[in-house]
């Protein structure tokens, strides 16, 4: 799978953006999605993740209510939706993908995932 993000941006804090992955391979419909992040100088860290058939999904703890992610299995697409964005949640954007092995699977660390997009810089401004 190859992973493109996009959607990326300069958005003032309170704002919202929705990024968007794009991924070529045939067997999107057989992956585990996941949203991670990472602030220079820091580790990347896990933001949020879907299931295969889109019926689970998972959140870091502080951003449950704020953040949305969804799947469009048609489309080949994961998106992430932020809300009520906040300065330090500046930071590059990452989508993975992880092979799903049974319905409802989720990842949260990023040693389940097989392939990464190159990542796409989003920054919230006073």
């Known amino acids: 799978e190859q992973l493109v993000e996009s959607g990326g941006g300069l958005v003032q804090a309170g704002g919202s953006l929705r990024l968007s992955c794009a991924a070529s391979g045939r067997t999107f419909s057989s992956y585990v999605m996941g949203w991670f992040r990472q602030t220079p100088g820091l580790e990347r860290k896990f933001v949020a993740t879907?299931?295969?058939?889109?019926?689970?999904?998972y959140y870091a703890d502080s951003l449950k209510g704020r953040f949305t992610i969804s799947r469009d299995n048609a489309k080949n697409t994961v998106y992430l939706q932020m809300n009520s964005l906040k300065l330090d949640e500046t930071a590059v954007y990452y989508c993975a993908a992880g092979r799903s092995y049974y319905e409802g699977s989720y990842f949260t660390t990023e040693s389940s995932y097989d392939y990464w997009g190159q990542g796409t810089q989003v920054t919230v401004s006073s």
């Open positions: 879907i299931s295969a058939s889109g019926g689970t999904t």
